[in-house]
């Protein structure tokens, strides 16, 4: 069991994640007392796609190659066509995806994000929801799709879109205070 206001938790993104899904969990996690983090491949700032268009930056706290699955209790992976897109081609963080999935702990992805979790091999046999347009991609992956708000599998938390958030981000709340869990083989 982790309480929610000592947990470190890290979002994966790059330039083009959806803002409103990196942005409410950064927020409403760090109401909630948890350290967040922005992890990414590059350093700096990273922009935000917003309404059509390039949106605001936001700073990025630590670097990938910086960080370890150790030290961090969940990771959220947001959406937006283009960061899953660029990172599913990025081998540190598909690495840094699998081995995330490995250790068991709880593993967030929101909108496009499930190619994340297609290219690190962890979807077959998992119930998963994703943005509706690459429901074809989850099934050819062998993930069993649903179209509901929020689907856990194993603390593998998926959603569709941003109106889902309120409910994807109390189920990384629950998933945290959980702690690890223990993953059957898919």
Known sequence: MTDIALAKIAILATDGFEKSELAEPLRQLKEAGAETLIVSPET?????WDGGDWGESFDVDMALSDATVAEFDALILPGGQINPDVLRTN???VSFIRDFYESGKPLAAICHAPWLLIEAGIVKNRAITSYPSIKTDVINAGGQWEDSEVVCDQAIITARNPGDLDAFI???IEEVREGRHE???A
């Not at 700096?44 to 935000?48: C, L, M, R, T, Y």
């Open 44 to 48: 700096g700032s990273i922009k935000s």
């Open 91 to 93: 081998e540190a963080a």
């Open 170 to 172: 109390s189920k990384i």
């Open 183 to 185: 993953r059957k083989a």
